[in-house]
T-cell receptor, first 111, second 115 residues
């Protein structure tokens, strides 16, 4: 069974700080997705990374897929209160049949 | 942290049969649970919002008679795919909202294959 771990589980920071969230596994994934979910709403897809070593940027968010496609990171620069939410990573197995979700990182950005 | 358990993780069924998927909040009570469907390489698609003790609210385009949702207790919601067809094959995932209605916790998902 493929498992995804996320760290930290909880993170509370001040506005303007930088942060990195990690998504790790001992398994290889053909692709990995990052979602953000705001309180009381459904998750929203932020990015999909496919190639090992790939880096994608979305405004102040930088996503990286590990060279071995077993891990990924999300870096947020100059965090804002609007970044508050649950960040989920989800990995697609190499057969394209199954998505594995991590437990999520709960981020709180205080003004 | 709060745990949501979804069962089964994988199921294969024959066309025409019904399949029940369970979503349980193990250490908290959830008045609201969400059911999602995900097609390969696509994002999660909200199917319905399940409220304890009342009828589920279905999203547009989701057949309520085909996807039966029951939320009989504060810790259990079930999704039954009735008269399953191959096109129902998909990944189904639930999430449970805490009682404050501010945090949602995801189940592990169920891979349904209809043959």
């Amino acid at each position: 069974t493929q498992l995804l771990e996320q760290s930290p589980q909880f993170l509370s920071i001040q506005e303007g700080e930088n942060l990195t969230v990690y998504c790790n596994s001992s398994s290889v994934f053909s692709s990995l997705q990052w979602y953000r979910q705001e309180p009381g709403e459904g998750p929203v897809l932020l990015v999909t990374v496919v190639t090992g070593g790939e880096v994608k940027k979305l405004k102040r968010l930088t996503f990286q897929f590990g060279d071995a496609r077993k891990d990924s990171s999300l870096h947020i620069t100059a965090a804002q209160p609007g970044d508050t939410g649950l960040y989920l990573c989800a990995g697609e197995d190499n057969y394209g049949q199954n998505f594995v979700f991590g437990p999520g990182t709960r981020l709180s950005v205080l003004p | 942290g709060a745990v949501v358990s979804q069962h089964p993780s994988r199921v294969i069924c024959k066309s025409g049969t019904s399949v029940k998927i369970e979503c349980r909040s193990l250490d908290f009570q959830a008045t609201t649970m969400f059911w999602y469907r995900q097609f390969p390489k696509q994002s999660l698609m909200l199917m319905a919002t399940s409220n304890e003790g009342s009828k589920a609210t279905y999203e547009q385009g989701v057949e309520k008679d085909k996807f039966l949702i029951n939320h009989a207790s504060l810790t259990l919601s079930t999704l039954t795919v009735t008269s399953a067809h191959p096109e129902d094959s998909s990944f189904y995932i639930c999430s449970a909202l805490d009682r404050e209605g501010t945090e949602a916790f995801f189940g592990q998902g169920t891979r349904l294959t209809v043959v």
